[in-house]
């Protein structure tokens, strides 16, 4: 081991050194996914009685320090019970971090030749229309992650893309249109899905349901979601959490083929604002 210094009978070495620091970005990273959250406050209390009864312990209060041993013996099993859905996150965004993830270093080229042959030209045409209309979509790009499990939470489809058909799953009128449509490869997946909502408080109070549902989803996956917006007929696009607002069919084009395609095409007129970040 590489020795650095000591403070008094401490000996303090580089892994010390690299073990707090990981420490620290793990602990900073769980109060991050916590912060905002009914589970940040059972946290607290549950660390509160930790440290009560480590003091207990540390005192000779027998009795005492037996009832809440027994309670932080099931502390572990309730832990994971109540924390259920921050787990479930915090794993998520690990799998979506990790090179593991990514189609190119298992070798799949294929995956990535089928996503370019995606058609843009039927979400850009349907999204102007709908827009014109204020009338609300929701439309998610699949792109290492299929996303089964939100898809089977809908209708599945299984459909060839067109403009009609987006039309007619988005129409006011339609049993379909409360909710998401997810594609993968070239076609249609499923309608009507649930999205996990984003609890980032700093999402503007002006973002309805439908973007705080984007960005939930795209915070966890590498998904992108084209959002219409019912109340004032804007288009925008979402990912890693970023809502990218107010962009015309031009602009639209341009960030769906930047996004879904590493592309490096910049539009002609003014790209549109980042307005929030969920980082």
Request: net charge neutral; hydrophobic share 50%; proline share 3%.
């Amino acid at each position: 081991m590489i020795f650095l210094f000591s403070i008094g009978f401490l000996e303090i070495e580089l892994l010390d050194i690299i073990d707090i620091l990981l420490v620290t970005v793990l602990l900073y990273q769980l109060y991050k996914l916590l912060t905002g959250s009914v589970a940040l406050k059972i946290f607290l209390g549950l660390l509160s009685i930790y440290l009560l009864y480590l003091v207990v312990r540390a005192a000779g209060m027998e009795l005492l320090s037996i009832i809440l041993g027994q309670f932080m013996g099931v502390g572990v099993l309730a832990a994971i019970i109540v924390f259920q859905p921050e787990i479930r996150r915090f794993l998520l965004l690990i799998g979506k971090t990790t090179s593991l993830n990514h189609d190119r270093f298992w070798g799949f080229p294929w995956r990535r030749e089928q996503s370019e042959k995606l058609s843009l030209t039927p979400f850009i045409e349907a999204a102007k229309t709908l827009a014109g209309k204020n009338t609300g979509a929701l439309i998610v790009f699949t792109k290492s992650s299929e996303l089964k499990y939100y898809a089977e939470s809908g209708d599945l489809i299984d459909a060839v893309i067109s403009k009609r058909l987006l039309m007619s799953i988005f129409n006011k009128n339609s049993p379909l249109h409360d909710g998401a449509v997810i594609i993968s490869g070239s076609r249609i997946k499923a309608a009507r899905c649930i999205l996990p909502v984003s609890e980032n408080q700093e999402i503007p109070a002006s973002m309805g349901l439908r973007h705080r549902a984007a960005i939930g989803l795209t915070e966890i996956t590498d998904s992108v979601v084209l959002v219409v917006s019912e109340e004032t007929g804007q288009i925008a696009l979402v990912r890693n959490g970023e809502v990218y607002r107010n962009l015309s069919s031009a602009d639209l084009r341009v960030k769906l083929n930047q996004f879904l395609f590493d592309t490096d095409q910049k539009p002609a007129a003014a790209v549109s604002e980042k307005s929030v970040s969920a980082a």
